[in-house]
């Protein structure tokens, strides 16, 4: 429902309007607002996914009473008078104009939806690597945080029970967990916050 919602400031004139405002000016236009959401795997929002796949959309939830255009805009974007399955229609004109000709450079993309699948997820792919890779150099230019030792630790007796009233003394592991001079181990899991400041 916040999709519907997001307030705004024009940038050239600073007129600033309420998210219902906005989409109140889209309606009044005669178009409809379909919004884009990419979840956390790079799944599309159901809204989404019914324009281009045809895939009914989850049932609408609540609007709040003061964003009565939020909820007409909900409506618009679920009913006949927006296109649906966009893809499998474009396939088909597609495979019927051009039954000998791939869409795309190959095999892989030959045909509209392929071809949108195979851009889509090279762009998805390429942001999560770079997420990961910005994390990557900003933790490994910080110092190893000791297990139970340092301030910047985490770790609680609740959370992990290997912690005593005495952790001043507990010494380093190495990768494969085990406690150096000592006859316990500990799980592979559990030496990682000896190193590592993604627990964070």
Request: aromatic fraction near 8%; hydrophobic fraction near 30%; include cysteine.
């Amino acid at each position: 429902k916040g999709s519907f919602a997001e307030d705004g400031t024009d940038k050239e004139t600073t007129i600033s309007l309420t998210g219902d405002d906005i989409i109140g000016d889209i309606l009044n236009s005669n178009m409809a607002l379909i919004p884009i959401t990419v979840g956390q795997h790079g799944t599309f929002g159901s809204l989404f996914q019914r324009f281009i796949y045809d895939i009914d959309a989850i049932p609408s939830p609540d609007s709040p009473h003061d964003r009565q255009n939020a909820a007409k805009a909900d409506r618009l974007a679920r009913s006949a008078k927006v296109p649906r399955a966009l893809l499998p229609r474009a396939n088909d004109l597609w495979r019927k104009e051009n039954p000998d000709m791939f869409y795309g450079d190959s095999c892989k993309t030959m045909d509209p939806q392929l071809y949108f699948e195979h851009e889509v997820g090279l762009v998805i792919s390429t942001a999560i690597s770079s997420h990961l890779l910005q994390s990557h150099n900003k933790n490994r230019r910080l110092k190893p945080i000791r297990y139970g030792v340092d301030k910047e630790c985490k770790c609680t007796a609740e959370i992990c029970p290997q912690i005593t009233q005495d952790s001043t003394n507990i010494p380093m592991t190495d990768q494969a967990g085990s406690i150096s001079g000592s006859d316990n181990t500990f799980e592979p899991d559990d030496s990682v916050a000896f190193t590592n400041r993604y627990l964070q």
